[in-house]
């Protein structure tokens, strides 16, 4: 067991993440909910594409009019 990590964490059973008819319906949903009941994220990972946005620069000005 890693160093901080409760016995009982590692036995907690995660709910199912509910279908969403919606982006509206699943923004509100997250809003009021934590992804921690649904999401093990002790298990996630950084998922990088070579290459991913090689030409991306900083932009000082706004892009919405």
């Given amino acids: 067991m890693r160093a901080g990590v409760v016995a009982n964490d590692m036995e907690k059973r995660l709910k ?6 919606s982006e ?3 923004r509100e949903f997250w809003a ?4 921690t009941d ?3 994220w002790s298990k996630a990972e950084v998922v990088r594409e ?4 090689p030409n ?3 932009s000082d ?3 919405s009019q």
Wanted: aromatic share 8%; proline share 8%; charged share 30%.
């Fill in 16 to 21: 199912p993440i509910p279908k969403f008819s």
């Fill in 24 to 26: 509206d319906e699943e």
């Fill in 32 to 35: 009021t909910h934590s992804s």
């Fill in 38 to 40: 649904y999401i093990d």
């Fill in 50 to 53: 070579q290459g991913e946005l």
């Fill in 56 to 58: 991306l620069k900083r």
């Fill in 61 to 63: 000005s706004s892009q």
